[in-house]
Nanobody, 121 residues
Framework: QVQLVESGGGLVQVGGSLRLSCAAS????????MGWFRQAPGKQRELVAV???????NYADSVKGRFTISRDNAKNTVYLQMNGLKPEDTAVYYC???????????????WGQGTPVTVSS
């Protein structure tokens, strides 16, 4: 199957930067969408950014101009560069990867374990 390993979360001051990484491994034939979601305490999980295989990106309005999503297809890895962090960015960040397995090209939709990001004022 597919395993996702996230890294890069932590504690940062307002205006600081963090870079999240998420590496996918397993019996993967292809990957289509790679994205980041976040869930703050007491709130629903929300989309932060997504990048498709062709490279097109989509961002939540709240992070446009501050966050940048990118991917390294050779490494099956997606990144989220977060600049100008605000207290309202505090959340657990989850990566999400969609694609097809090598076995019979079954589709998969996998989630990372989550990495916490805390922005202190």
């Amino acid at each position: 199957q597919v395993q996702l390993v996230e890294s890069g979360g932590g504690l940062v001051q307002v205006g600081g930067s963090l870079r999240l990484s998420c590496a996918a491994s397993g019996t993967i034939f292809s990957i289509s969408d790679m994205g980041w979601f976040r869930q703050a305490p007491g709130k629903q999980r929300e989309l932060v950014a997504v990048i498709i295989s062709a490279g097109s990106t989509n961002y939540a309005d709240s992070v446009k101009g501050r966050f940048t999503i990118s991917r390294d297809n050779a490494k099956n890895t997606v990144y989220l560069q977060m600049n100008g962090l605000k207290p309202e960015d505090t959340a657990v960040y989850y990566c999400n990867v969609k694609g097809r397995l090598a076995a019979k090209f079954f589709p998969f939709d996998s989630w990372g374990q989550g990495t916490p990001v805390t922005v202190s004022s």
